[in-house]
């Protein structure tokens, strides 16, 4: 594995995309979370 | 010498960013009529009439001009009614008579003049507004919401920095108008209140 | 409606006239560029290229000095106000557009003259030399005319304004400085299209502005 | 929505497509793989800055929901924003490995560079009317003033530069030439792209709704 770079770099991105997914989708939680406290009143 | 003039104003609120000034103020004059608005600072007066005046808009609400029986346009307000306001400050680059040529919508020399010799300031007419005082700033105002003989007059503070000379006039001034004309003043003064027949209390309004 | 705007354009003329001061700098502004600009150049020969970017950069740069300036005046002596009670803006906004083209065109009709003198250029085709000079100019006072009334609302002004404008004005400046560069140097015949390409710019902006400018004169 | 939640599933593959699914290019080789972000990327900063044209329109035009228009406008803007600096960072780096220099005013360059200061003058328009009431009103007309001078780009263009860029998407004869799997990647990246820019959009409208929100709540009582 180590030995084909194109392999290193798309872990690389991938495991960029994962922390950013994973921001998101946390931040999607939250937002309806909040959402559901202002709306249902 | 005016037709009949009405103002009504219906559920006026008025919301800057943050904070709320006022809430569903509702109020109606007529000519004949002079209608006192009145709060502590900070009540949102001043926005109220320059709502009224189409400067500013209202978060809610609407404004309704009638002359007669007719509903004056939005756009065509313009030459109906008369404003004063400290916010409205005249060319510092011209002169008393200039800055009132320029306000009004075709009047004769004549009569800017006379205007000028009545609020005193005819001896000072060449002089830049620039040079003036605050007192005669504040008449230099009064000239110009006055100058075309508005069917509705809209007044913010009218005797701030005048001198009881300067009181005197706008008082027998408001006097002699105050039959073919809606007038509205916007003050916490008591002589001015005195001059009214009604009004409202913007902040008691609010609670 | 006209008499509306003769008499705005009547006021901003005397005021200015009176208070020669902001007026005055501008014009020293941009006679002053062009001559530190030949001066730095000293005698080098340059490209005809080289010299219409030269004399495009000097004439945005003084547009940019002078030409927001309209509107921030009535800001800062606060008097908008009193010319919002008593105009419609469209009025207001054709006198300012007026009055920008005006003095635009007369720092445009100083700059140029000024810098061909120092420079020892003399354009192969001069009639289509003014041409490319005044309808740039027009491009660029029409565009600023709306973006000074922008800028004026907002904070750190005549640095904003630079920012804002630039982007708008590439269009322009591309256009302006290409033509003027075929037009010193001669060879290709004209190219009227390019011409009209800036009137149409300045007649789109123009328009556009017309129908826009309530919305930042009064408050939505 | 779960349309925008696809993503999630959409992007990995897309990860995957572009750098062991899709074959090297003929010429650059594995370094045009690039060109499955950079594309994509530079769709969606044009997408994002025509819906703020739009939103700033409809801000003018419609009466109600105002404060939401303002909000979207601007969101849509501020999330471009930053699609166009990868666009611009992909788009040199690409240009260094195939052309030689990281910067050479190619009319593509030059298109989101322009796009670029754009934004950069619409959000600093933006945030110095900051307590201003009129601040929605005054930072619509300046992105539809901007929108229009748009067309007369691609007038100009043409006239001032020749173009070293290859057409990429509409490849008739363009430099490199894009095989079927290469353009089903590009394609499908395209599609996850615009979906990411949707689920941040519709996220940042959603909080901004919040604001909106609690604002009223906060001080109509």
Redesign the interface.
């Known amino acids: 594995m180590t030995s084909n770079p194109l392999m290193t770099l798309m872990a690389v991105v991938m495991i960029i995309w994962f922390g950013l997914a994973l921001f998101l989708y946390r931040l999607d939680r939250k937002v309806s979370k909040i959402e559901g406290v202002i709306h249902e009143p | 010498m005016h037709k009949n003039y009405s103002l009504h104003i219906n559920k006026i609120s008025k919301?800057?960013?943050?904070?709320?000034l006022f809430?569903d103020i509702s109020f109606s004059a007529e000519t004949g009529e002079s209608y006192f608005i009145t709060g502590p600072n900070g009540s949102g007066k001043s926005t109220m009439l320059?709502i009224i005046?189409g400067?500013?808009?209202s978060t809610a609400g609407e404004i309704f001009f009638s002359r007669g029986k007719k509903e004056i346009p939005a756009?065509e307000r313009?030459s109906h009614f008369g404003?004063t306001?400290p916010?409205?400050?005249?060319?510092?680059?011209?002169t008393a008579a200039?800055n009132i040529r320029?306000?009004s919508s075709?009047v004769k020399d004549e009569q800017i003049d006379e205007m000028l010799s009545l609020f005193g300031l005819y001896p000072h007419r060449s002089k830049?507004v620039g040079l003036y005082s605050s007192g005669m700033k504040q008449r230099v105002r009064l000239i110009?919401a006055m100058i075309d003989s508005p069917g509705i007059l809209l007044l913010d503070e009218p005797s701030s920095n005048l001198d009881s000379a300067g009181k005197d006039i706008l008082f027998s001034e408001i006097e002699r108008i105050r039959k073919d004309t809606v007038i509205v003043i916007a003050t916490n003064e008591h002589d001015e209140i005195k001059l009214c027949t009604k009004g409202i209390d913007i902040a008691e309004q609010n609670l | 409606m006209q008499s509306r705007i003769f008499k705005n354009l009547r006021k901003d003329f005397l005021i200015e006239f009176r208070n020669r001061s902001a007026v005055n700098i501008s014009f020293a502004f941009a006679g002053i560029t062009t001559l530190s600009v030949s001066l730095a150049c000293g005698g080098a020969t340059l490209s005809p290229q080289i010299h219409s970017v030269l004399l495009w950069i000097i004439i945005f740069f003084s547009g940019m000095s002078g030409l927001s300036h309209i509107f921030i005046r009535e800001e800062e002596e606060r008097t908008s106000l009193f010319l919002a009670l008593h105009s419609d803006p469209e009025n207001i906004y054709l006198s300012k557009l007026v009055f920008n083209i005006i003095l635009f065109s007369c720092i445009t009709a100083l700059v140029t003259p000024l810098y061909l003198f120092f420079m020892q250029v003399v354009p192969a085709y001069t009639v289509y030399f003014i041409l490319t000079a005044a309808s740039g100019s027009l491009a660029i006072s029409s565009i600023t005319t709306i973006l000074g009334a922008m800028v004026a609302k907002a904070e750190s002004r005549s640095s904003l304004f630079t920012v804002i404008s630039f982007p708008v004005m590439i269009p322009v400046l591309w256009i302006s400085i290409k033509l003027t560069s075929d037009s010193i140097e001669g060879g290709a015949p004209p190219e009227l299209r390019s011409l009209l390409f800036l009137l149409a710019f300045s007649g789109v902006i123009i328009s556009v502005s017309y129908l826009a400018f309530k919305f930042i004169w009064t408050e939505q | 929505m779960v349309l925008y939640r696809l993503i999630f599933i959409f992007m990995p593959v897309v990860i995957y497509m572009a750098f062991m699914w899709a074959p090297p290019a003929a010429i650059l080789g594995d370094a045009s793989r690039i060109l499955y972000f950079h594309v994509p990327v530079a769709w969606v900063s044009v997408v994002a800055f025509i819906v703020s044209g739009v939103q700033s329109i409809l801000f003018l035009v419609t009466e109600n929901r105002r404060r939401e228009r303002e909000y979207m406008a601007y969101n849509s803007a501020a999330a471009g924003m930053v699609f166009t600096i990868l666009t611009v960072i992909t788009g040199s780096i690409w240009a260094k490995l195939s052309w030689g220099s990281y910067w050479n005013w190619d009319p593509r360059e030059t298109s989101i560079v322009v796009l670029m200061l754009i934004y950069i003058a619409y959000l600093s328009l933006y945030s110095s009317l900051k307590e201003h009431p009129n601040r929605g009103g005054i930072s619509s007309v300046y992105l539809i003033i901007a929108m229009i001078t748009m067309p007369f780009f691609i007038f100009i263009i043409p006239r001032i530069y020749s173009s070293l860029h290859p057409d990429t998407i509409i490849n008739q004869e363009g430099k490199i030439h894009l095989e079927p799997a290469m353009r089903i990647t590009l394609f499908s990246s395209i599609v996850t792209f615009t979906l990411l820019y949707g689920y941040i959009y519709r996220l940042m409208n959603r909080i901004s709704r919040l604001e909106i929100k609690a604002e009223e709540k906060h001080y109509d009582i």
């Not at chain 2, 916010?87 to 011209?94: G, I, R, S």
């Open positions: 919301r800057f960013r943050k904070q709320l809430r320059q005046a400067v500013q808009k756009g313009f404003f306001s916010a409205v400050n005249p060319y510092d680059m011209l200039e320029f306000a075709g830049h110009i």
